[in-house]
C-alpha cells in the first residue's frame, strides 16, 4: 500500500545520520513518498564500501567530504597504525573468503546465523575457534597489553559470544601466570627493571575485564553445550553500568571482550588498542577500527592488532579513503599505517635529539658508557650544556618528550629494545632538568577552576587533601633559608648554568605564590621577566644573571616579611597594599586608621558575608559589595578623594571576589 502524501512543499529539509542500508530501504521509500519535494541531506562516515555505493544515488554527489588525512591533521582524531600478530599455526587468511566475511558482517550473530556459519564453513569456524590456537593469541594478548607504553584500555573483538567467554576464560588464566612470573622475576631484576615490575604488579591486581554481548534465548543452555559459561557474564552486564565504566579512564576496568556490541557509535577516548579476531569488513570494519583513533592525553596513536589476517579487508573497505576523497590525500594513503611506520617515526624523533644535543658538545653514547661519578658528571655537563637559555631548554623537553611518547606508542614492538637505552638516557637528562625547580604552583589558575566549578558543580563541602609529593609539603619556598654565600662559593666553582636555574626555579616559585596572594606584587613580576629577558636575549652574561638573581631573590625575603613589620598577616597586607599603592600619601595615623580598616573589613565579611557560594548568588554579592563600600567609608581617613574611594571600593571588591570562595576556603587557606 502507497504511504499517503503528506506534504507537497519543496522548503522541507530531511537531515539523516548514518545514510546507508536502512536509509534505502522500504521506510526510506515511504519517507520520500510523503515528502515528494523534500531536499535530503545525509551524513555518513562510510558511503562508498562496496555494497553501499547507493548511498550518492539515493543521496546525490558529496557537498563536503572530511576525511581521516584532515582529520588527523586537524587534531581530532589520532593516527591509526596496524600491527600483524597473526599466530603461525593458522592457515593464511586467503581460505576465508568473501562468503564467510559476508555471513559474518550481516548482523550480530543470534543462535540460527552462529548454526548456520558451523555448517557452511566449518572449517574456517574450526579454524578461528580451536582451542589451541585461542590458547595462543590469549598468551600473546596478555604480553602485548601490559607490555604497551601508553596504557589506555582495549577492546577484544572475537566471531561469537561463544569465543568471547573462552577468549576471556583463557586471558584470565595467563593474566594470572603472567603476574606470578612478574613477581618471580622481580627479586632477580636489575635496578631500572626493577622499578618498571614493581609498578606493573598492581596494574594488574586491580585491572578488571568484562564479556558484554547482546542477550539470546537459551544461550546458557547453547554456551555450555559450546564450553561456555556465559551466566555469570550475564548478571554482570544486568547488574553494573559497564558502559560508564569502560568510559571512565580512572575505572580499572580496562579490557572487554566482544563480538558486536560497543564496536559502533561507541566512543571512549581512553581507548587505545583494539585486538581483532573476527573476519570483518566494510562499514563494520571501518566503524571498528575508529573505536581507537579518538583523542586523549599522552595518546599518541591507536593500534589495530590483527589476529585473523583482515588487513587485506582493511584495505579494500579504506581504497575510497585514497585519492579519491580529496582533501590532500594521495593515491594508497590510508587511515591505517603498518606499525613500522612508527618505529621509523621514534628513529627520526630520537635522530633530531641526538642532533641537537652534539650541537651543544653532548656526547650522549659516552654517557650510555660511563658509570658511577664518572656517569653523573656527565649528564651534569649535558643539562649545563643545554640551560644556555630558554629556547634551548625548551626545544630540548620538546625533543625528549616526543622521544618517550613515541617510545611509549611503539611498546612492545621488539625494535624498541635496541632504542631503549638512549630513550631512556634523554628522559633522564629532561627530569634532571625539570628537578632544578619546584613543583609547579597551580595556585594562580585558582580563579579559573573556581568559575568552572562555579558554573558546573552543585554546592558540595570542600575537601582539602593532604600533600603527598615532596614539594608539596614544601610549596612554601624559603628564600631565607638560602645560605646566598654558599651558593655563590658553589656558583662560582660549579656548573654556573644549573646553579643559576636551580635559584631560579625557587625565586619562580616563590614569586608566584606572593604575587597571587597579594597583587600589588605584580611590579616584583614584571621585574623578573625582565632579568630573564635579558639573559635570554644576551644582554646579561651568566655571571651577571646569577648576582641579579641573588639581589632579588633578598628583595623578595625582605618583601615577604614586611607583613610582620607592619604587624598584618598576608591577607590584611594585601588588603592594605591595595587601599595605599601605589601613590597614596599618608600620616603615619592615617596608615594606622588603613590598618584597622584593613583588619576589621575582613573580621566581618569571613564572620557574617562570605558564606558557602556566595559568589554564585546575586544577593549575597551585592552584600558583600555594601559591606565593603561602609567599612571603608567610615574607616578610611579623608585623604580619599570621592572618586579615589569608589576605585578603592571597586578594587577591595574584585580582590577579595577572586581571593575568597566562601565558607572558610579561600586562595590563603589553600596556600597555607
Known amino acids: 500500500m502507497k504511504h499517503p502524501i503528506l506534504s507537497t512543499r519543496s522548503d522541507v529539509i530531511v537531515i539523516t545520520d548514518e545514510a546507508h542500508r536502512s536509509q534505502y530501504d522500504a521506510l ?3 519517507m520520500r513518498t510523503a515528502l515528494p519535494n523534500a531536499s535530503f541531506i545525509a551524513f555518513t562516515g562510510t558511503p562508498l564500501i562496496v555494497g553501499e555505493e547507493r548511498t550518492r544515488q539515493v543521496f546525490g554527489d558529496y557537498v563536503s567530504i572530511y576525511n581521516f588525512k584532515q582529520s588527523v591533521d586537524d587534531g581530532a582524531t589520532v ?20 562468503d564467510v566475511y559476508r555471513v559474518i558482517d550481516e548482523t550480530e550473530l543470534g543462535e540460527e546465523q552462529e548454526s548456520r556459519l558451523e555448517r557452511e564453513f566449518s572449517r574456517q569456524y574450526h579454524l578461528i575457534t580451536r582451542d589451541d590456537r585461542l590458547e595462543t593469541i590469549a598468551e ?17 573483538v572475537c566471531i561469537d559470544k561463544a569465543t568471547a567467554v573462552r577468549m576471556y576464560d583463557k586471558v584470565q588464566k595467563h593474566w594470572r601466570r603472567h603476574l606470578a612470573q612478574v613477581r618471580g622475576d622481580l627479586a632477580k631484576a636489575s635496578e ?19 564479556v558484554v554481548v547482546s542477550p539470546s534465548q537459551n544461550e546458557i543452555e547453547e554456551m555450555q553445550r559450546k564450553g561456555a559459561d556465559i551466566a555469570p557474564h550475564r548478571r554482570r552486564m544486568v547488574k553494573e553500568d559497564l558502559d560508564t565504566k569502560f568510559k571512565d579512564p580512572d575505572d580499572p576496568f580496562r579490557v572487554v571482550f566482544v563480538c558486536a556490541m560497543w564496536m559502533t557509535g561507541f566512543d571512549v577516548p581512553c581507548c587505545s588498542t583494539i585486538y581483532i579476531d573476527k573476519p570483518m569488513r566494510n562499514h563494520t570494519l571501518m566503524q571498528t577500527i575508529a573505536r581507537a583513533n579518538r583523542v586523549f592525553p599522552d595518546k599518541v596513536n591507536g593500534l589495530i592488532v590483527d589476529y585473523v589476517g583482515v588487513f587485506r579487508s582493511l584495505q579494500k573497505a579504506l581504497a575510497i579513503y585514497g585519492s579519491g576523497s580529496g582533501g590532500g590525500v594521495g593515491p594508497g594513503d590510508t587511515p591505517v599505517r603498518d606499525k613500522s611506520a612508527l618505529v621509523s617515526q621514534l628513529r627520526e624523533a630520537m635522530q633530531e635529539a641526538n642532533a641537537f644535543c652534539t650541537e651543544r658538545g653532548i656526547d650522549l653514547g659516552a654517557i650510555e658508557g660511563a658509570g658511577g661519578f664518572e656517569r653523573i658528571r656527565l649528564l651534569d655537563d649535558a643539562v649545563d650544556a643545554i640551560l644556555v637559555n630558554d629556547e634551548s631548554n625548551r626545544r630540548y623537553l620538546v625533543l625528549a618528550g616526543n622521544v618517550r611518547k613515541l617510545y611509549r606508542a611503539v611498546l612492545p614492538d621488539p ?24 613543583a609547579v604552583d597551580i595556585s594562580h589558575i585558582m580563579d579559573g577552576i573556581e568559575k568552572v566549578l562555579d558554573e558546573s558543580v552543585a554546592a558540595q563541602a570542600y575537601v582539602i587533601r ?24 658553589k656558583f662560582e666553582q660549579g656548573r654556573k648554568r644549573i646553579e643559576a636555574e636551580r635559584l631560579r626555579g625557587r625565586i619562580n616559585a616563590k614569586l608566584r605564590r606572593m604575587v597571587r596572594l597579594n597583587r600589588t606584587r605584580m611590579n616584583y613580576l614584571e621585574r623578573f621577566q625582565r632579568m630573564i629577558e635579558d639573559y635570554n636575549a644576551g644582554r646579561t652574561n651568566i655571571d651577571e644573571f646569577f648576582r641579579q638573581l641573588v639581589a632579588f631573590a633578598r628583595s623578595l625575603d625582605e618583601e615577604e616579611k614586611r607583613g610582620i613589620a607592619e604587624q598584618l598577616s598576608e591577607e590584611e597586607l594585601a ?30 565579611l569571613k564572620r557574617e558575608k562570605l558564606v558557602l557560594d556566595w559568589r554564585k548568588r546575586q544577593q549575597s554579592r551585592a552584600q558583600v559589595k555594601v559591606t565593603i563600600n561602609e567599612i571603608l567609608d567610615h574607616g578610611l581617613p579623608r585623604a580619599y578623594s570621592p572618586e579615589l574611594f569608589q576605585r578603592k571600593c571597586d578594587t577591595v571588591y574584585h580582590h577579595v571576589f577572586e581571593c575568597y570562595y566562601g565558607a572558610g576556603a579561600s586562595v590563603y587557606a589553600m596556600i597555607a
Open 466 to 489: 593532604e600533600p603527598t609529593a615532596e614539594h608539596d609539603t614544601e610549596h612554601l619556598v624559603d628564600l631565607s633559608k638560602i645560605d646566598f654565600e654558599a651558593l655563590k662559593a
Open 575 to 604: 588588603v592594605f597594599d591595595l587601599l595605599i599603592k601605589p601613590d597614596m600619601k599618608l600620616t603615619r595615623k592615617e596608615e594606622q586608621q588603613v590598618k584597622q580598616v584593613a583588619r576589621g573589613l575582613l573580621e566581618t
Open 140 to 156: 600473546d594478548l596478555v604480553e602485548h597489553f601490559v607490555g604497551r607504553g601508553f596504557q589506555g584500555k582495549a577492546i577484544v
Open 415 to 438: 625494535a624498541a629494545n635496541e632504542l631503549a637505552p638512549r630513550s631512556a638516557l634523554l628522559k633522564v637528562i629532561a627530569e634532571k632538568i625539570g628537578s632544578l625547580a619546584p
Open 192 to 210: 631500572w627493571r626493577r622499578t618498571e615490575l614493581e609498578a606493573r604488579i598492581p596494574y594488574m591486581k586491580e585491572t578488571d575485564m568484562a
Open 28 to 30: 526510506a521509500l515511504n
Open 79 to 98: 593516527p591509526l597504525y596496524y600491527e600483524n600478530r597473526i599466530p603461525e599455526l593458522q592457515l593464511t587468511n586467503e581460505q576465508l573468503n568473501e
